[in-house]
């Protein structure tokens, strides 16, 4: 195996990495080349990605590449967060810029497309757990509208696919990220017609699916000019930041769960097949694409969201760091308050303290009053939805979890980490934070033949970052206060 360098491209909703990658000898080695902010701009009351800054930063990313680590990347991919998309015109421009999923259009959208089709058929058509920026229920809003911007729309790109296009000029979706829709058959390529019609569009602004690994094409010239980069392959990876992540979860075999802890915390487990029923509907879980045929059996939890946004608000004040927040959680006494952290007023609010402060007083419980108050509420009741989840799995597979691997930057707090531990009871095994682009640059080597395989992916990465293992304790009545979490729920 010759040494190798690929560049990826890892964008979350709040922040970007370009990261370099050296596969050498079956070891894996990363280098941050350029990090930047991502976040939501909101114009007259929507909210929108600036898609072309994205595009601007990667181009920096690959421009710091060549020029400053003199490395000439033998390819490229990008991986984004889910569900969002952009529409190109036929003479083949962006039609303004693309809504952000946590915009307020959706608010209803659910209700109103079941009088189109009813939720049981919805769920047994696409194994998607509903939510309502699933981009199914976005463009069924966005068809309402009376000057639809669909109207003029020739093909719809999911933002991964819209960055590939913008650096390659080819109009490709990738599965993975094509399966965060709802508009896909479960564990399929394929559109599924009816949701298609339901949500009001014409399949053909959907186009081709590709696989991971696929070569989407080279950047364009301009590209190699602006860039000084040479003319190398843009690959269609994992491209859902999840798929991405959940392939380089360094497990081996037996009953393994994962949480991809990050902006959201996605937990769940990796199936052969879809696992769809009346009671999976029942648990609103969803059955995503994944690599090598594989199915992310998995439910979407309001993850470090709720953190963030209190931090932001907290920043107004004062700017404070991840380490003072943990510091303040840890004075703060257990149990005195919970949320169902899925609720949707934590989806938007605005001001999230205050949205927390509202759901305690509302139930009747203490309204937490500090900011170590409000994170020991937030920790708590993610850690306690954890172990609520990991049942669910259990339940419909009939296994016990035996390990927990916590992956993505979510995985820093170590804190977290053991509380995760305690509250389930399982070993936590916590690690790469960087996953999402491990994972990116993997299926790059796939796709230029390096390795062949998920398992020979997941060998490399637990080699090259060893996890690190937490304990289950039993120092709290994590018991009573799951009773308490139940009738939350
Ligand atoms: C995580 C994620 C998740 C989606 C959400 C919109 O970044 O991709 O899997 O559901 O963003």
């Excluded at 195996?1 to 990495?17: C, E, I, P, Q, T």
């Excluded at 757990?129 to 309402?144: E, G, I, R, Y």
């Excluded at 020979?456 to 637990?462: A, G, P």
Aim: glycine share 8%; net charge negative.
């Amino acid at each position: 195996m010759s040494k190798k360098h690929f560049l990826a491209f890892d964008l979350g909703a709040s922040s970007g990495r370009a990261i370099l990658g050296t596969l050498e000898k079956g070891n894996l080695e990363l280098q941050e080349i350029h990090r930047f902010k991502n976040q939501m701009i909101r114009i007259h009351g929507s909210y929108y990605w600036n898609i072309y800054s994205l595009f601007d930063e990667l181009k920096t990313g690959l421009k710091k590449c060549v020029n400053e680590y003199k490395i000439q990347p033998d390819s490229i991919g990008i991986d984004t967060w889910g569900v969002d998309y952009s529409l190109v015109s036929a003479s083949g421009q962006l039609v303004g810029l693309p809504f952000a999923y946590r915009d307020h259009r959706t608010d209803h959208a659910m209700e109103e497309f079941f009088g189109v089709m009813p939720k049981e058929e919805t769920y047994l058509l696409s194994g998607i757990q509903f939510m309502q920026f699933n981009t199914l229920f976005q463009l069924f809003a966005s068809n309402k509208e009376s000057h639809s911007r669909l109207n003029i729309a020739k093909s719809l790109l999911f933002t991964p696919d819209t960055l590939n296009y913008l650096f390659t000029g080819v109009k490709k979706n990738e599965y993975t990220i094509a399966s965060t829709s709802q508009m896909l058959k479960p564990g399929k390529a394929e559109w599924e017609e009816k949701l298609v019609k339901a949500c009001g569009i014409s399949k053909e602004l959907l186009g081709t699916i590709v696989q991971p690994g696929e070569v989407i094409g080279t950047i364009l010239a301009e590209i190699q000019e602006d860039t000084g980069s040479a003319e190398i392959p843009c690959i269609a990876v994992a491209s859902h930041d999840t798929a991405s992540a959940i392939a380089s979860v360094p497990a081996e075999d037996g009953n393994w769960a994962y949480l991809s802890s990050g902006t959201w915390s996605l937990l769940g487990i990796e199936s052969p097949t879809p696992l769809v029923s009346e009671e999976t509907l029942r648990m609103n879980f969803t059955n995503e694409g994944g690599v090598d045929g594989t199915t992310r059996f998995l439910k979407n939890i309001m993850g470090m969201w709720l953190i963030q946004e209190c931090k932001r608000i907290w920043d107004e004040e004062k700017e404070m760091d991840w380490q003072e927040i943990v510091d303040l959680t840890c004075e703060a006494e257990h149990f005195k308050c919970l949320i169902n952290p899925d609720d949707p007023v934590f989806l938007n609010p605005g001001n999230m303290p205050k949205a927390i402060q509202e759901f305690c007083a509302r139930t009747g419980q203490v309204v937490p009053q500090t900011k170590g108050e409000v994170a020991r509420c937030i920790y708590d009741s993610l850690v306690l939805k954890y172990k609520y989840t990991i049942h669910q799995v259990e339940s419909v597979t009939g296994n016990k979890i035996e390990k927990l691997h916590i992956i993505g930057g979510g995985a820093r707090n170590e804190m977290l980490n053991q509380l995760t531990a305690d509250a389930t009871g399982i070993p936590v095994w916590a690690g790469p934070t960087e996953a999402t682009a491990i994972g990116n640059l993997m299926i790059q080597a796939k796709a230029l033949g390096e390795v062949s395989s998920l398992s020979e992916i997941r060998t490399i990465v637990k080699r090259s970052f060893e996890p690190q293992e937490y304990v289950p304790a039993a120092n709290l009545d994590w018991e009573a206060a799951y009773e308490k979490f139940l009738k939350l729920t």
